[in-house]
């Protein structure tokens, strides 16, 4: 089938959405292409913590920050290895890309708080679980949009089509037919990372010994496509060799679920000897090297009741910690020696680990150099958690500028292409701060469909 539209959008998670909504207000007609069986991406499964500097909400919690500062931590985060520009849109547009959500009907939590690896408390937390709340308000937008966005799930793009130097269409398999799409504007490439994609983790991966093993906390789309039709179509591709990490997969599926972590100021981790090993306030790729070379390279989350004054409280999916505990997959004690016991570390060597913490709260620092604090691990029932390592992110991809056009190798802009979200390298340099994501796809997703949508 043959179909003509002003700006065709390829994948329907956050960026794909947010481009093909911005571009709709654009004036532009969107076909939004998605290859599985629903909208949301990771982006409808990722805890969806989105950092901006929003002074006046951070003052109400005694919060003090500023732009400079959420540049700052995200270069110097990511080694100075991503583009400054970029770096700059992020940041200065984090805030208005959440009151443009809230514009289309989102709503945040009234609250501030740190996520893991991401340096300081300015993550936004949506009202909904996970972050289904920003595929439902794009998908509600399309709905109510009288065909101006138009989403096909169950339809893979499969190539960009090329007249000249131009990106002019894009070919796609659907469930029952073929189609040729023209894109009389533009293509905005929206696919995602590589997280699932074993060979072309192993193909790019220089950073880490060895990853081919690794789960990873992705869904199963994520296996790169839109980096491989875009470098064969003569995009440059930057930053392929950072992936990152995370130590806090769960030992069966890899996935984010099951992590009883509440805030990352009050749990610390531990090995199978009952020792801890590093700064739980540092950046995921330094928690993850350290994880990868413990016994087994596996961990045990350990936290108090300060976190859970109930057991009753969720985590980001929705999960209690008494569901749980029930579940066998989180393990609840009223003492530290008990907790020790069933989870089969040395009772002694974790006691001294907590008491080690503690004494790092009085403190301000500790001896792995961590200055994150809020309580102390002294209230039971203490929980236990079991974590491994697992791939979350892949920071490189299509280089973009800062109107989110692809480049290619000359430093040329390919015309009619666009790019945004995980699918694009430049912005995190070697390591994604957590939090950032949520921004990044949401600030760039949208620039790229304002962008598509006047065909610049
Ligand atoms: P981001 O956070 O960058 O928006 P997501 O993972 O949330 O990334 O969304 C990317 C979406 O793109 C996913 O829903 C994925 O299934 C979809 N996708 C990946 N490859 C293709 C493809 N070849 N054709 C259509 N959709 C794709």
Do not use: C
């Not at 890899?254 to 540092?282: C, T, Y």
Request: charged content about 25%; hydrophobic content about 40%; overall charge negative.
């Amino acid at each position: 089938e043959e179909l003509t539209t002003d700006v065709v959008v390829i994948g329907a998670g956050g960026a794909g959405l947010a481009a093909a909504t911005s571009a709709n207000q654009n004036g532009a007609k969107v076909i939004v292409l998605e290859k599985m069986g629903k909208a949301g991406g990771n982006t409808a499964i990722s805890g969806a913590a989105f950092n901006a500097v929003d002074t006046e909400l951070q003052k109400e919690f005694g919060i003090e920050d500023s732009i400079d500062k959420h540049f700052q931590q995200t270069y110097e985060g990511g080694d100075k290895l991503a583009d400054p520009e970029l770096v700059e849109i992020l940041v200065n547009n984090a805030l208005p890309a959440i009151k443009w959500l809230e514009s289309l009907g989102m709503e945040f939590e009234h609250k501030i708080f740190t996520v893991l690896g991401g340096m300081w408390p300015r993550a936004h937390d949506p009202e909904k679980v996970l972050g289904t709340g920003f595929i439902d308000t794009h998908m509600e937008y399309a709905e109510k949009s009288n065909g101006g966005v138009e989403v096909k799930i169950n339809t893979n793009a499969t190539e960009l089509i090329k007249e000249g130097d131009r990106i002019v269409g894009v070919k796609a398999e659907g469930e029952d037919t073929d189609y040729v799409i023209k894109a009389t504007k533009g293509v905005v490439i929206a696919t995602g990372g590589f997280s699932q994609n074993k060979e072309m983790r192993d193909k790019y991966n220089k950073q880490w010994e060895d990853i081919s093993n690794l789960m990873s906390t992705n869904h199963p789309g994520a296996t790169g496509d839109g980096i491989i039709m875009a470098e064969k179509a003569g995009a440059n591709l930057v930053g392929m060799e950072w992936i990152q990490l995370l130590p806090m997969g769960d030992p069966e599926t890899g996935s984010l679920s099951g992590n009883i972590e509440q805030g990352v100021e009050d749990r610390i981790f531990i090995n199978l000897d009952g020792n801890r090993f590093v700064d739980e306030g540092a950046r995921r790729d330094v928690m993850t090297k350290a994880l990868l070379e413990q016994k087994d390279q596996t961990m045990w989350t350990i936290l108090d009741s300060h976190s859970y004054p109930t057991g009753d409280e969720e985590n980001h999916f929705g999960e209690t910690a008494n569901e749980l505990v029930k579940a066998g997959r989180a393990f609840k004690a009223d003492t530290l020696e008990e907790l020790a016991e069933m989870i089969g570390v040395d009772a002694d060597s974790l006691v001294k680990a907590v008491e080690g913490f503690n004494k790092g709260v009085d403190e301000g620092k500790d001896e792995f150099g961590r200055t994150l604090f809020k309580d102390k691990i002294d209230k039971g029932p203490y929980y236990a958690g079991k974590r491994v390592p697992t791939v979350h992110h892949t920071m490189g991809g299509i280089q973009i500028n800062t109107k989110a056009q692809a480049i290619n190798a000359e430093g040329n802009v390919i015309p009619g292409l666009y790019a945004a979200g995980e699918v694009t390298g430049g912005i995190h340099g070697s390591n994604r701060l957590g939090g950032n994501a949520l921004a990044d796809i949401n600030v760039f997703g949208k620039i790229a469909g304002e962008s598509a949508a006047k065909g610049l």
